[in-house]
């Protein structure tokens, strides 16, 4: 079941690092070379769960809450975590779509 994350952004402005729950909540960040920036990253979601998910430019990870939590179910479907602070911040910086087997879902409009 094929499901994937989009993330489409100004490439020169953002970009996204894929990172732990820990790293999410402090606004660490992985070395500079596993950040993704085409502006345009699809990302597999295989595995059911949180996958956290932040801008490492300046301090947009921290400043303006430029991070985001997706949860992916157990049936594979992704949903955003309607619990996440970051969800409306997020909204007006990133355009994630996640397209799922069955539906194609736009969060974070
Ligand atoms: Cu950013």
Redesign the pocket.
Known sequence: MPTESVFN?DST???VFKVNGTLFQSCTFPPANEALDTGKDIIQLKTEGRKWYV?G??D?CSA?Q?KLVITVLGNGAPAPSPTSSAYSTVSS?FGVVVAATVAITTIFV
Request: glycine share 0%; net charge positive.
């Open positions: 952004y402005k953002h970009n801008c430019v300046a947009h303006r430029m910086m």
